[in-house]
């Protein structure tokens, strides 16, 4: 409802000629993952195959409405996946198909699907409003008829174009252009002080050509050094052969081999060490218990993109490091304080456990918004603050907040509720706000963004070098 709305809303603007498009600068990357975090949930429940490629010549920093731009991409990946029957396939490509003097890129979307396909005669209307392909398609698949016109007006004002290739029962493709600028910050470097990304030995070993060649890519962005093998019985060469490797990237459908046999013979052969990472489309809760079991360290989602790569291996290798030579061994010690992480991915609650290892922060996690309300209620004056992810299962983000502040507790109007959600369009600030939440942070989680909300809610009290660091 709340789409049908935003949509509404949009469409008005556009006719009364107040749509307007901003600049500033984004991490395009970063951007791109929001995005697909947020499709991920719909992908996995129709159980699609989803892969994502990404330039390397695009500038990671770009200057131009990367709220809008999202907002485009986001529409024709959820098409695909309302539109492609379970089992199918989705691709979204992210190509520079050029660069002026002046810095002006032009980037060149394609988002690709095995789905339904559409007729030369309903391709002539699809970017008017209120339109679907057939009468019939709102009635079986929803929607309003308003998102690729929507679309449409956002890329004009981009100084791009939109259009498609389709046959009907053999999949579409959407492609757009839009005009941005090449940022002029520094790319952040992905690696903290005390880890040199030149010393990780990695081994990929999976049966696609296609992500093997995009894993060697994300390896050479990242500064890893990175061997592939196409099977279970070439990675057994590969390590007899290079000895033990500190990353294993191990994808669930080796074609030789059973992976988690595999990252049980890694483990017999080089014990705890290594960190040891399941690629999989899979229901990592699903799975979780046997591969743990297996020695499996952490689970990386399909598609790939660097920076979740960067971010799974580092929340694996980064706990515990010590500081490097001329870095500060100050952090702030929150070790007084107790907080609820209200998390339903895995690698993801692992992510900011391990990251705010080094405050001594105390972190209850719950998988749902009702393990959240439960956990809260239980003994409401033990918490002093929640991380509130908002698309959960059973229960969201929303609906959690409005239930903990309905509480007959004092602490329960007044306790920090912190939303974390890849959905950061002004709109889903507002709706965080009006469910009750005081603040918003933005997916893929900025560690410092973190600790500024910390230290803005908690007591300044603690905040002194933690022992032993």
């Known amino acids: 409802m709340l789409g049908v709305i935003n949509d509404i809303l949009d469409m008005s603007k556009i006719e009364a000629g107040k749509l307007e498009i901003s600049s500033a600068e984004f991490d395009f990357e970063k951007m791109l993952q929001k995005v ?23 500038p990671r920093v770009l200057i131009g409405d990367d709220q809008r731009l999202a907002q485009v991409i986001a529409n ?76 449409k007006r956002i890329v004009d004002m981009m100084d791009g174009k939109i259009w498609l290739e389709s046959e009907l029962g053999q999949g579409s493709t959407f492609f757009f252009t839009a005009m941005v600028k090449r940022g002029g910050k520094k790319q952040a470097d992905l690696w903290p002080a005390g880890i040199v990304p030149g010393d990780i030995r990695a081994l990929m070993a999976g049966s696609s050509p296609e992500i093997r060649e995009y894993f060697k890519e994300i390896a050479f962005e990242l500064g890893i050094a990175c061997d592939t093998a196409a099977s279970g019985e070439e990675a057994r060469s590969l390590l007899k052969k290079n000895s033990i490797y500190d990353i294993y990237f191990i994808d669930g459908a080796l074609p ?54 960067a971010d ?58 009702t393990e959240a309300v439960d956990i809260f209620a239980a003994d409401p004056g033990a918490y002093d603050m929640i991380f509130m992810d908002i698309q959960m299962p059973e229960m969201d983000g929303f609906e959690a907040t409005r239930r903990i502040r309905a509480l007959e507790f004092p602490w329960a109007q007044k306790i920090p509720i912190i ?28 560690f410092d963004e973190v600790l500024r909300r910390l230290r803005e809610y908690l007591p300044e009290k603690k905040t002194t070098a933690a022992p032993g660091l």
């Not at 949930?41 to 695009?58: L, M, N, P, S, W």
């Not at 020695?295 to 790569?309: M, N, R, W, Y």
């Open 36 to 58: 697909v975090s947020v499709i991920n949930f719909r992908v996995e429940e129709k159980r699609q195959d989803f892969a994502v490629y990404i330039d390397r010549a695009i």
């Open 76 to 151: 024709l990946l959820s098409n695909a996946v309302k539109f492609t029957p379970e089992g199918g396939a989705l691709r979204l490509d992210a190509r520079l198909a050029g660069e002026d003097d002046d810095g002006m890129c032009k980037l060149r979307i394609e988002v690709t699907d095995t789905g339904i396909g559409i007729s030369a005669q309903q391709r002539a209307r699809l970017f008017t409003s209120f339109q679907q392909a057939e009468s019939s398609t709102s009635r079986q698949y929803g929607g309003t008829g308003l998102g690729l016109a929507i679309s």
């Open 256 to 309: 030789d081999m059973d992976c988690l046999a595999f990252a049980r013979s890694i483990r017999a052969e080089a014990g705890d060490k290594p960190v040891v990472l399941m690629i999989s489309s899979a229901e990592w809760s699903v799975i979780e218990a046997e591969a743990r079991a297996a020695g499996v360290s952490a689970f990386l989602p399909k598609p790939l993109v660097p920076s979740a790569v």
């Open 312 to 369: 799974c291996a580092l929340g694996c290798l980064g706990a515990g490091r010590v500081p490097a030579e001329g870095e500060s061994a100050e952090t702030d010690d929150f070790s007084a304080y107790r907080v609820i992480l209200a998390e339903d991915v895995e690698i993801n609650r692992e992510i900011v456990l391990a990251l705010l290892e080094a405050t001594r922060l105390n972190i209850a996690c719950a998988e749902n918004g």
């Open 419 to 446: 939303a974390m959600t890849a959905n950061v369009f002004r709109e889903d600030v507002e709706n965080c706000l009006a469910a009750g939440m005081d603040g918003h942070i933005g997916k893929p989680l900025d």
